[in-house]
């Protein structure tokens, strides 16, 4: 529901621009559609025509040729008051076309001309003339359209190009990234190294600050190498700016095109996770370079209007408006990169004016403003995690904050510009101006981070002190998989099974939060399952890669007849993750069908509900603690769930026979009791392997090795 409103929010406010800024440039007089006059509507000589209405005749052209060139012709004889055949000749052309519009109007005309031709020909000029009006009017109308519908469709282009490519790049190397965060970050400025490699390689400063916060948030992370990371985001997020430059400068249209074509065919015939992420990325970078050209077509017109020129010219004199304007655009676009290329383009395409010095001027307070709005996105990640998580959140925001408020000085009296077009060795003009922006922008991220790395330790005492930590909070305890005790299986088996025991605590609370969500229709419940199903897949992979470890060194043989049961025993607790998600996906058909559950599906709800925690409680027990008893306890409560399921569809199925439950709140009912249901059984493998002591039934002890995980890697 949040993504639906804030997309709607983006395209309302695309709306909103392009309406404001595109009604101001339809107003001025528009020389240029974007093609070439044809031979018989060339220039003027003799200036009896305005700009506006060549224009209007070369568009006019373009929908009927024989009546744009009659109507020029006689609408020059007849203000040039020269007289000659010629001059009759068009005269005669634009009374035929007249005739076959208003032949009444016509006739009348020619009755007048034998009567009194002077008055015969103001009367005819009048008729042009107001035609001409009525052509200028369809060719203004026309191209407002066309640039509010190319600038909604190119922006969607563009953010879902770069959804694309971040998701793409995610999914073919983000556990290896997040490898990388967790291994490479000892120090402040290693860490701002991984953020900016990671970030410039996804494309995205808020999935990489998102990925820093969660690291934080499991203890994988200190709160210092979690800003050293976030700093260096910062950096990695200018890649984008300087594609857009490049991009600008050519026909990339032409070169997105197969890359559309070949990304989806390896998506869609893929065979491998990898491949299928290599289609995602290129098709992604398609579709985001389609995006860029059609915003370039439809920011074109906006060079030839004064009056969009001023307005952006007063928002780069009054500066806090600019950054306001850029926090606003960036919080509801949800990215800065997105924002900036965006004014990289209006900047190319001379909307800022055609005086370059001056567009660079405007553009800098759109980029401060940018990087303020993003930090939006790691405040929103940080809502619900830990104290630390939060510390991290709001270094972010200081970091571009206090940024900011340092360089608007320089940017007020234009010293930033001027310092930019110094250290750039190309001329500052239409060619170039997009390359400004991108240094611009990358000089006040790369400077903002020297400062802050070198006071890495002060901002974090600062955030430590404006997010002090509660008494009552517990830090959060670190992932307990350490590699050096690999070379002591004994304890390393210890310290597997304290966090399958973790997993499974995990899976109890996704499966609480849907089945409760599911009963009071409780959307904050639903939405947390798909979090915490994702922390499943991560705790399953991780597990897993140790159990997959532990096996290639030399065992006892009574160590690795455990290693299969224990890898069995993540998977199950991973398929009740699933089916939590799949209780959350009908709970929401429920929620959007606006359907409710009668009162004794309500109970039947709640007993399924009792008897899954219950069994949940019992074989985290016997994990915990090796209590066979309570195993074997909790195999009851698996034969009390396989009797509801046969119960529940009966009387379900009578509800629905008799009136009081609607067929689509049955399926929806007896989806929820079929998912419980199979909870149960993953429950029961694992009870059942506590009470064969974690070995199975007939297996004969022997050495296990280059055992590989049966999962694909999460994505972060």
């Not at 009963?519 to 419940?525: A, G, H, I, L, P």
Request: proline letters at 3%; one cysteine or more.
């Amino acid at each position: 529901m949040e993504k639906s409103c804030q997309s709607a929010a983006v395209f309302a406010v695309a709306i909103l621009f392009a309406a404001t800024v595109f009604c101001s440039a339809a107003e001025q007089p528009d020389t240029s559609i974007n093609t070439p006059p044809n031979i018989a509507i060339e220039a003027d000589g003799a200036k009896s025509l305005t700009e506006e209405e060549l224009g209007a005749f070369r568009w006019l052209e373009k929908k009927n040729g024989e009546k744009a060139v009659a109507l020029r012709q006689a609408l020059r004889q007849l203000r040039e008051k020269d007289a000659g055949k010629s001059r009759q000749e068009q005269i005669n052309l634009a009374l035929k076309w007249l005739e076959t519009e208003d032949y009444e109007k016509a006739g009348s005309l020619r009755v007048l001309r034998e009567r009194d031709p002077a008055l015969f020909e103001m009367k005819l000029q009048e008729v042009i003339e107001a035609e001409v009006q009525k052509t200028l009017k369809q060719h203004k109308q026309e191209i407002l359209r066309m640039m509010i519908f190319w600038t909604i469709g190119g922006l969607g282009l563009f953010l879902f190009g770069m959804m694309l490519m971040s998701e793409g790049l995610k999914r073919t190397a983000g556990h290896k990234l997040k490898k990388i965060l967790e291994s490479v970050t000892s120090t402040p400025f290693k860490a701002f190294l991984v953020g900016t490699g990671v970030t410039a390689i996804i494309q995205a400063s808020g999935a990489t600050t998102v990925m820093a916060i969660g690291l934080v948030n499991a203890g994988m992370l200190t709160l210092r190498q979690a800003i050293g990371v976030i700093i260096g985001s910062n950096v990695g997020t200018t890649v984008t700016a300087w594609l857009v430059s490049i991009a600008g400068a050519m026909d990339i249209t032409l070169y997105s095109l197969p890359a559309v074509g070949l990304g989806f065919l390896l998506q869609i015939g893929g065979r491998t996770r990898k491949i299928k992420g290599i289609g995602e990325v290129m098709l992604g970078f398609g579709i985001l370079f389609l995006g860029i050209g059609f915003l370039k077509d439809a920011f074109a017109p906006l060079q030839e209007s004064p009056r969009v020129h001023e307005l952006f010219v007063t928002l780069g004199n009054k500066p806090l408006l600019a950054i306001l304007v850029g926090i606003v655009a960036t919080i509801l676009l949800q990215s800065s990169s997105a924002f900036i290329g965006i004014v990289q383009l209006l900047a190319m395409q001379g909307a800022f004016g055609v005086n370059w010095e001056t567009a660079l001027n405007v553009s800098i307070p759109f980029i401060l403003g940018s990087n303020i709005g993003t930090t939006i996105i790691a405040q929103i990640a940080a809502i619900q995690a830990n104290r630390n998580s939060k510390r991290a959140a709001w270094a972010h925001t200081m970091f571009n904050v206090v940024g900011s408020v340092i360089a608007y000085p320089f940017a007020y009296f234009g010293w930033f510009s001027a310092f930019v077009q110094i250290v750039t060795p190309w001329e500052l003009g239409p060619a170039t101006i997009a390359s400004e922006i991108a240094v611009a922008h990358t000089m006040f991220n790369v400077v903002n981070s020297g400062i802050f790395l070198l006071l890495i330790g002060l901002l974090e005492k600062l955030v430590v002190l404006l997010v002090p930590r509660k008494p009552s909070e517990i830090a959060m305890t670190p992932v307990v998989l350490e590699k050096h005790l690999l070379n002591t299986p004994e304890i390393a088996l210890d310290q597997t099974k304290r966090e399958i025991v973790r997993m499974a605590k995990t899976a109890q609370k996704a499966f609480r939060q849907s089945i409760e969500g599911i009963m009071e229709n409780d959307r904050k419940k639903l939405e947390s399952v798909k979090e915490i199903e994702d922390f499943i897949d991560s705790l399953q992979y991780e597990i897993t890669s140790y159990l997959s470890a532990l096996s290639s060194r030399p065992l006892a043989d009574e160590i690795s007849v455990r290693l299969p049961v224990l890898l069995h025993a993540v998977n199950d607790l991973e398929r009740v993750g699933d089916h939590a998600v799949n209780i959350v996906e009908i709970a929401g058909r429920k929620v959007e069908q606006k359907l409710t559950f009668s009162d004794s599906a309500m109970a039947e709800a709640e007993q399924l509900r009792k008897e899954v925690n219950q069994m949940f409680d019992k074989v985290i027990a016997a994990l915990e603690h090796d209590e066979i008893n309570a195993a074997k306890s909790a195999l009851t409560n698996e034969a009390n769930l396989n009797r509801m399921q046969i119960e529940f569809r009966r009387s379900h199925v009578g509800r629905m026979s008799t009136g009081n439950c609607s067929a689509e709140t049955g399926l929806i009912f007896i989806d929820l009791v079929d998912n419980a249901e199979k909870i149960g059984d993953h429950l029961t493998n694992i009870a059942q392997a506590v009470i064969g002591g974690l070995q199975w039934e007939g297996i004969k002890p022997k050495k296990i090795s280059g055992l590989e995980p049966d999962i694909a890697k999460p994505t972060f």
